[in-house]
């Protein structure tokens, strides 16, 4: 359950 | 955010603020492998253009940032400033070796088949084996300064407190990344040989020195 757009983890 | 998350990040700041202050106290990159630290710029690059399109939070910007900067200092402090002091005689790994598989492999297996997308998953993969030319280089010359080591315990704890984030994100949030987690479990796996001598030798006061 991702937004492959948006990585929110550096 | 969880505990190990954020004590995740902080640790692989650490690892790269110990490593640009040491070339920078000692004016010398003797030891430091000069091709892992190219690379790890290029992750950081190829990771980060997200920048530009997605705004996640302040923490996440600044991180970010102050990522990439410190990884462009490191290299210019290597191949510009203390260039005399660089040791490439033992940086030998071929890097090509790595960047071209990594780079087949991020457009066969991606979350997306976008250029963005291609080149975080290029990134990640990258990291995973982005400290092998640092640690052939060790086992090259045999030895590795103490703050080396110590950049080397925060660089490869960072990894291991992510894999556990992904255990509690799992949990709590529902959050899986199949490819994230996979090259952090490579990434942290490359680090065990390294963690074991790290806690048997120079956390006991001892140089590490790999036997002939």
């Known amino acids: ?10 | 955010m969880n505990i190990f998350r954020l004590t995740g990040d902080l640790s692989h700041l650490a690892a790269i603020i110990i490593l640009l202050l040491k070339i920078w106290k000692t004016r010398s990159c003797a030891g430091i492998s000069g091709k892992s630290q190219l690379l790890f710029a290029l992750v950081f690059t190829t990771r980060y253009l997200d920048l530009f399109t997605s705004f996640i939070s302040l923490y996440n910007t600044s991180m970010k940032l102050i990522y990439v900067a410190c990884s462009y200092a490191t290299v210019y402090l290597i191949y510009m400033k203390f260039k005399a002091t660089y040791d490439g005689n033992h940086d030998t790994f071929r890097v090509e070796f790595l960047v071209v598989p990594v780079g087949g492999l991020s457009f066969l297996v991606n979350h997306d088949f976008s250029p963005l997308e291609i080149l975080w998953t290029f990134s990640i993969y990258l990291e995973s084996v982005a400290i092998l030319p640092q640690l052939f280089m060790i086992s090259k010359t045999g030895e590795a300064e103490t703050i080396t080591t110590h950049y080397l315990f925060f660089l490869g704890l960072y990894r291991a407190l992510y894999l556990i984030n992904w255990i509690w994100r799992y949990y709590f949030e529902g959050f899986f990344d199949l490819i994230a987690v996979v090259a952090g479990v490579v990434q942290t796996i490359l680090y065990c040989d390294f963690f074991y001598l790290y806690v048997t030798k120079v956390l006991k006061g001892k140089k590490l020195s790999l036997p002939a």
């Open chain 1, 1 to 10: 359950s991702m937004d492959p757009a948006k990585h929110d983890e550096l």
